[in-house]
């Protein structure tokens, strides 16, 4: 009886619970359509809604990105009429029947295809668009290295090595000083360079960037000495001869080896200046440099004019005694050395405040007395905002300097210093200098010329 009575007085209970679970069943939405661009796999119809949107996406600056990873023939010659761009990073690998349906497309087509029979290859040498195969690992045909050739712009950034024959197929000889020309240039994953392929390259493009090389012969270098401007990009370079040093050096153009570091051997270093001290020679990109030990460089490479970035050593921390004194004593005008961690000659700062142009030395974090008199004569902006300290007789001698100062690291500024800072003739900043006595805070402030930080708001 009890059991009876307790099974009823739950039975209103149950069946709301029943009541709204069925409810919720009927309302419940619906899971989102996934995007159709992010399938691995699209039916006919769905590439023929796709391609019918494509004109919205040129409109908009876009491409057709799909992310399929296999693709039928007639998926694929339904994709050739595409009005945009025709992305396919995930594809992998290419029957050709699919890269003939793809043949047709007139625009610019990239694949993420790794391998090609040479069937495929065949099919995609007839297209008359733009094909990049970014991550295409081998190039044996010749027809569609011929294809390719054509391009103003190549992408085979996967691509290891090839034959002398592929490598003039990709770079056909040009007028490079047709004005006519499009910026002609070549991106390839190479890890060798031959000297065929290095003088069918420097004859047919006006730059490119090989940044798979660890070291370039010295056979293959001179292969591509003189010549047009020229702007070669090798990030990769792990070691460089005296003999490459001098042949890529030899020439008109940019050498940008940034990434090379973080310090030449003497030998190349040595036969790096010596071109650079000669006519032809390229502007070469030294700033992975971290050291600095060749007097010889640090002068040629430092005294460049109108280079920018290709005249600079933005990278170097260290000089040695030799290299400091060197340029000291340099009769020329030198770049500066703004990521130089340590300063200690009064001699090569004199030399700096000299010359005209802003000072910048933000890497210092300490500087001895006789440096900081040395650079408050120069008549321009001086930038010392990693200074962590500053002495009295430091602070007596930028008060007088006459262009802006920057002392945005320092953080605390002893009573003396700041009352002999506090006489500044040019304007200061101060921007993280937080801990100040009383006294000193008067000091400072009394300057209109010094720039503390903002209050903290209440």
Aim: hydrophobic fraction near 45%; charge should be neutral; proline fraction near 6%.
């Amino acid at each position: 009886m009890n059991a009876t009575r307790a099974a009823l007085r739950l039975a209103p209970s149950i069946l709301l619970l029943a009541l709204i679970g069925a409810w919720g069943l009927q309302t419940a939405p619906a899971a989102p359509a996934k995007d159709p661009t992010q399938l691995e796999a699209i039916t006919a119809e769905l590439a023929t809604e796709l391609v019918r949107q494509s004109a919205d996406l040129v409109k908009q600056g876009k491409p057709l990105r799909l992310a399929v990873k296999e693709l039928s023939a007639d998926v694929a010659t339904i994709l050739a009429g595409s009005q945009a761009e025709l992305h396919l990073p995930n594809l992998t690998s290419l029957t050709p029947d699919a890269a003939a349906g793809l043949a047709p497309f007139a625009g610019t087509l990239a694949l993420g295809v790794k391998e090609l029979s040479d069937e495929a290859a065949a099919a995609l040498a007839k297209r008359v668009g733009i094909t990049r195969l970014d991550a295409l690992t081998t190039l044996t045909s010749l027809p569609l290295a011929e294809r390719i050739g054509k391009q103003t712009v190549v992408s085979l950034g996967g691509v290891r090595r090839i034959s002398p024959e592929i490598a003039r197929a990709l770079n056909p000889p040009v007028d490079l000083q047709d004005k006519n020309l499009g910026y002609r240039w070549i991106d390839i994953g190479l890890t060798e360079l031959s000297p065929e392929a290095g003088a069918a390259i420097v004859a047919s493009r006006h730059g490119f960037g090989m940044h798979s090389l660890e070291s370039i012969t010295p056979e293959a270098a001179a292969a591509m000495t003189g010549g047009p401007f020229i702007n070669m990009r090798i990030w990769g370079l792990k070691t460089i001869s005296p003999a490459t040093a001098t042949a890529l050096a030899n020439g008109s153009g940019f050498l940008d080896i940034r990434m090379f570091g973080p310090e030449l051997p003497d030998d190349t270093a040595e036969a790096f200046a010596a071109q650079m001290s000669k006519q032809p020679c390229r502007m070469v990109d030294l700033n992975g440099l971290k050291k600095l030990s060749s007097p010889a460089l640090a002068v040629a490479a430092l005294r460049r004019e109108g280079h920018g970035n290709h005249s600079q050593l933005g990278g170097v921390a260290e000089i040695t005694d030799d290299v400091t004194r060197a340029l000291a004593e340099s009769k020329d005008r030198i770049n500066g050395l703004p990521s130089l961690t340590s300063l200690t000659s009064a001699a090569l700062a004199a030399k700096y405040a000299a010359q005209g142009g802003d000072l910048n030395f933000k890497k210092l974090a300490t500087i001895p007395d006789d440096v900081a008199a040395a650079l408050a004569t120069h008549k321009g902006k001086v930038d010392l905002s990693g200074l962590r300290s500053l002495s009295v007789a430091a602070a007596t001698a930028f008060a007088a300097h006459e262009g802006p100062l920057l002392l945005d690291g320092l953080e605390e500024l002893g009573d003396d210093a700041a009352a002999a800072l506090s006489k500044a003739v040019g304007s200061v900043s101060l921007k993280r200098l937080t801990k100040l006595s009383p006294a000193a805070r008067s000091a400072i402030g009394s300057n209109p010329r010094i720039s503390l930080p903002a209050p903290a708001a209440p």
